[in-house]
């Protein structure tokens, strides 16, 4: 079976949303007046700095070579709203809270943007054939990585 995306092209939105990530984890340390927060969040950033090397990593080295292709601009626009709608982030809402010093809030908003990241690469696997499935599924485990990270920092804030 052929899938309507190609495990390069779910590399590709994921090494995007890492970038959005590292920018809203970056413009939350920021707003923080909170040095905890602010370190927390500059931390945050680059995990996702590193996610992104990751999987530009997994994506240079899936198994079969894989045929690198730029998203159009309608395809770019689709995902864009796919994004949008299951990885939404309120950045303003998370800056007033991290300028407020309001860390466990802004960790529940990291960690409801992981999960988001999470269903939506879940929701993804039925998009890509059986074969990029399982490049799917690393990203998949990167991102519950990262959520079990962010419970464990909130955690350890009680």
Not at 101 to 111: H, Q, S, W
Not at 139 to 146: L, T
């Amino acid at each position: 079976m052929t899938g309507i995306f190609k495990a390069d092209d779910v590399f590709q939105m994921a090494m995007h949303l890492e970038q959005v990530g590292q920018s809203f984890y970056q413009d939350i340390a920021q707003a923080a007046s909170v040095q905890e927060v602010a370190e927390l969040c500059t931390r945050l950033a680059a995990m996702e700095a590193e996610h992104y090397k990751l999987f530009q990593r997994m994506r240079e080295e899936m198994v079969r070579p894989i045929e690198i292709r730029h998203l159009g601009v309608d395809e770019r626009a689709f995902i864009d709203a796919l994004l949008a709608d299951k990885v939404a982030l309120d950045i303003e809402q998370a800056k007033q809270l991290a300028a407020q010093g309001k860390l466990a809030p802004v960790l529940d908003m990291a960690i409801q943007m992981e999960k988001d990241s999470v269903l939506f690469y879940s929701g993804m696997l039925s998009a890509v054939s059986e074969t990029d499935a399982e490049s799917i599924n690393k990203i998949i485990a990167e991102e519950k990585s990262h959520v079990r990270e962010l419970v464990s920092a909130k955690q350890d804030l009680k």
